[in-house]
């Protein structure tokens, strides 16, 4: 079982970018699946969730912002961030529970002006 995310980078404060996890190993849309973050010195943070049959939930300081979708036949989850501020500077991560224990490697998103 493999969890790769891509496409961090960094962008100044209200700018956009999507994050993509390519999963190997088993089928993503067959259970639950999450983004988790992990700022500089803090513990990782639940972002957002889909369940296995498409619904979608969020944490209150993304919600509105932040979509997470997935495409099955690519079996790769997206996260689509806009409005991104300063404290959504983090390693994103997606992971197969909600508290980042099964994670993959990272991507790096940095917002700053």
């Known amino acids: 079982v493999q969890l790769q995310a891509s496409g961090g980078g960094f962008v100044q404060p209200g700018g956009s970018l999507r994050l993509s996890c390519a999963a190997s190993?088993?089928?993503?849309?067959?259970?639950?699946m999450y983004w988790v973050r992990q700022a500089p010195g803090k513990e990782i943070e639940w972002v957002s969730s889909?369940?296995?049959?498409?619904?979608?939930f969020y944490a209150d300081s993304v919600k509105g912002r932040f979509t997470i979708s997935r495409d099955n036949a690519r079996n790769t989850l997206y996260l689509q961030m806009n409005s991104l501020r300063p404290e959504d500077t983090a390693i994103y991560y997606c992971?197969?529970?909600?508290?980042?224990?099964?994670r993959g490697q990272g991507t790096q998103v940095t917002v700053s002006s």
């Open positions: 992971s197969r529970d909600a508290r980042g224990d099964s």
């Open positions: 190993g088993f089928t993503i849309s067959s259970g639950w």
């Open positions: 889909m369940s296995a049959a498409g619904y979608t």
